[in-house]
Nanobody, 115 residues
Framework: QVQLVESGGGLVQPGGSLTLSCVAS????????MRWVRQALGKERELVEG???IGDEYVSGRFSFLRDNGKNTLSLHISDLKPEDTAVYYC?????????????WGQGTQVTVSS
């Protein structure tokens, strides 16, 4: 069964940090563009930090992306969380040769930043 399962979300105070994890099964993430997408309430989905394909390791400001093709996992560490980071975070896989309609999505994990 092809699936992505995210975990690690929750309620965090501003300035805190958390790490989201994504485990893939049924396919190899090495064959796909892998990314994190978030959607805040009432807003469109957006690529986290505009990263359309995560490499092995990438840091952009408060966001640290890790990809382990061998373990078929992704992680996203967010530090100094801000209320505007509140969103549902999704793990997404896109086949480079296929249409977006074939994307694989996880169920999402809610991140809420509030005091």
């Amino acid at each position: 069964q092809v699936q992505l399962v995210e975990s690690g979300g929750g309620l965090v105070q501003p300035g805190g940090s958390l790490t989201l994890s994504c485990v893939a099964s049924g396919f190899s993430i090495g064959d796909y563009y892998m990314r994190w997408v978030r959607q805040a309430l009432g807003k469109e989905r957006e690529l986290v930090e505009g990263v359309s394909n995560i490499g092995d390791e990438y840091v952009s400001g408060r966001f640290s992306f890790l990809r382990d093709n061998g373990k078929n996992t992704l992680s996203l560490h967010i530090s100094d969380l801000k209320p505007e980071d509140t969103a549902v975070y999704y793990c997404n896989a896109r086949n480079p040769a296929g249409p977006a309609s074939n994307d694989i999505w996880g169920q999402g994990t809610q991140v809420t930043v509030s005091s």
